[in-house]
C-alpha cells in the first residue's frame, strides 16, 4: 500500500509558472514509478507525465518541452515544474503510483495508488 499526497498547483495568468509536489509514504515508495495526471470536469483523465524508478521520463505530447518531472528518493517526493502554462492545463492534477513504467508509456493498466488531486488554474 502507497499513501499519496499531493501540495502545490493554485492559480496563474497564461504563460505563467507553477510546482506540484507529491510525498509518498508506506511500501517502499522508491520501488514504484510516479506520475501526474490531470482531469477536467466533463473529460477523461489524462497523463501528464511519468518517471520511472531508474530516472526515465515520459511526458505527453502537449506538455513536452513545459513540464518537467523528478523525484527525489531519499525524501520519497515526486516535483513537476510547469511553465508556460496554457489555460487548457488546468485541472485537477493527481499523482499516482505503479509498478511497471511500460503500462504508463502506453497507456495499459492504471496506476495502482493515487492521491486526492490539487487544482490547477490558469485564466486571464
Known amino acids: 500500500q502507497v499513501e499519496l499526497m499531493e501540495s502545490g498547483g493554485g492559480s496563474v495568468q497564461p504563460g505563467g509558472s507553477l510546482n506540484v509536489s507529491c510525498v509518498a509514504s508506506?511500501?517502499?515508495?522508491?520501488?514504484?514509478?510516479l506520475a501526474w495526471f490531470r482531469q477536467v470536469p466533463g473529460k477523461e483523465r489524462e497523463k501528464v507525465a511519468g518517471?520511472?524508478?531508474?530516472?526515465?521520463?515520459n511526458y505527453a505530447t502537449s506538455v513536452e518541452g513545459r513540464f518537467r518531472i523528478s523525484r527525489d528518493d531519499a525524501t520519497n517526493t515526486a516535483y513537476m515544474e510547469m511553465n508556460g502554462l496554457q489555460i487548457e492545463d488546468s485541472g485537477i492534477y493527481y499523482c499516482?503510483?505503479?509498478?511497471?513504467?511500460?503500462?504508463?508509456?502506453?497507456?495499459?493498466?492504471?496506476?495502482?495508488?493515487w492521491g486526492q488531486g490539487t487544482q490547477v488554474t490558469v485564466s486571464s
Open positions: 499516482a503510483a505503479g509498478r511497471t513504467f511500460w503500462d504508463f508509456v502506453i497507456g495499459g493498466a492504471e496506476p495502482a495508488y
Open positions: 508506506g511500501d517502499t515508495p522508491s520501488r514504484y514509478y
Open positions: 518517471i520511472s524508478t531508474g530516472g526515465t521520463t
